[in-house]
């Protein structure tokens, strides 16, 4: 039967108009000896709040203190609840065991935003094997802790996997960032935290050197001693760039960690057209002073030569470093990259296909044919393509040897 709504009565004394404030006497629902919206006196009638329109107990009369019926009372423990009602007007909960008789019934005065409790069972009759001192949700480290098993190298299952996992095994259904934090979790109980890694560097450094004589290392610190960059590149990395062909390609990408930052990259291209590493260093972001560090200690491997083809992606930065610390060597940007800027601001298929025919041409009368194609379709992308400028990304105008990498 739904409950009619209380209006709130302005002719009540202080005393009881301070029953029903929270910030008056704020109560613990799970400490028995906490009387919810009980006047202190012990009189008859003080102790009552009556209340009319009611389909229910109308009441709630001190229960009687008996320590047989709460044998679990405990102030930092706490039993475990479930919502029986959760609405605009009525707020009602039990003990989640079922043979518990606590329960508390609450209703909301039709003039105000407060609530009345009208019905309060305040003893558990549970034993003290339900008491439980933290959420009864399992946390993300104790996800990850459930999981580490699956982790045996770093790498394991995905969320996707472990939610199946979880509702398979268990019969829990848990959110998806609530596993991915326990993911990460089962990630630093087999390899450690990023905080770690970052304190062990130069543990990490000296044991590189160890391992790979020849290698060059170097590690960067702030006027705080705090992680700056760290530059990298193995003896093997070193020794096969000399048999390469002279074009590296540079750029960064982000790091999706806890501390962020970017790692920068210089690669080449072996004999199969395979990916051959030449360097890499972790910095803070991408920047004059982080390219300049990069290209300084690369420096010390690859001579700069007219031989020498430094391809990027167009930052400006890159630019700026290479013409410094490389005035010798030529600058391009990356065909594909271009490609893509293109297609993604004219929206024209034909016209990326035309460009990719007038960047690998060689010959400069098929330069000039596929080039006016382009001026007929978007008359824009000639400009833009001229404003970057012919030597820096085609074959035919290409100051130096950049053989038939893109």
């Known amino acids: 039967m739904e409950e009619t709504p209380i209006e709130e009565d302005h002719n009540v004394d202080q005393d009881q108009q301070d029953m029903f404030n929270d910030e008056f006497h704020p109560a613990d629902l799970n400490n028995p000896d906490d009387e919810i919206g009980i006047g202190e006196g012990e009189g008859e009638g003080e102790g009552e709040a009556q209340v009319e329109g009611s389909d229910h107990e109308s009441k709630f009369p001190p229960t009687p203190i008996v320590g047989s019926n709460n044998p679990c009372a405990s102030q930092t423990s706490h039993f475990r609840l479930k919502k029986v009602i959760n609405s605009r007007n009525v707020f009602s909960f039990k003990c989640s065991y079922l043979d518990c008789n606590w329960w508390l019934r609450s209703v909301k005065f039709t003039s105000s935003d407060r609530f009345a409790i009208r019905i309060y069972e305040k003893y558990h009759m549970c034993g003290s094997e339900h008491l439980t001192s933290h959420n009864h949700h399992a946390m993300t480290k104790v996800i990850g802790k459930y999981f580490e098993y699956r982790f045996p190298n770093g790498k394991g299952t995905s969320t996707r996997d472990m939610s199946n996992q979880l509702r398979t095994e268990l019969g829990r259904k848990v959110r998806y960032w609530k596993i ?74 982000f790091l999706r960690s806890k501390y962020g930052g970017v790692l920068l990259s210089a690669v080449a291209q072996d004999a199969e057209n395979h990916i051959f590493p030449v360097a890499f260093c972790e910095v803070d972001k991408e920047c004059d002073a982080s390219y300049e560090y990069f290209f300084q200690n690369m420096r010390c491997l690859v001579d700069d030569t007219d031989e020498l083809y430094i391809i990027s992606d167009r930052h400006p930065s890159i630019r700026k470093m290479v013409s410094i610390i490389y005035p010798a060597s030529h600058y391009g940007c990356c065909m594909r990259h271009l490609g893509e800027n293109i297609r993604n601001k004219f929206h024209n298929s034909m016209v990326v296909s035309h460009f990719y025919k007038v960047a690998k041409s060689y010959d400069i009368c098929e330069f000039n044919d596929h080039f006016n194609q382009i001026r007929d379709l978007v008359p824009k992308a000639t400009e833009a393509l001229k404003h970057i400028g012919f030597h820096t990304w085609s074959r035919a105008f290409c100051l130096g040897n950049r053989y038939h990498l893109n």
């Open 180 to 253: 991915y934090k326990g993911m990460e979790h089962a990630k630093s109980n087999v390899r450690g935290t990023h905080k770690h890694e970052y304190a062990v560097l130069n543990a990490y450094q000296y044991m590189l050197e160890v391992e790979n004589p020849g290698s060059k290392t170097t590690l960067s610190l702030d006027e705080n001693g705090r992680f700056q960059y760290f530059f990298v590149s193995y003896a093997a990395w070193i020794i096969g760039f000399q048999e390469m062909r002279k074009v590296i390609a540079v750029g960064g990408t």
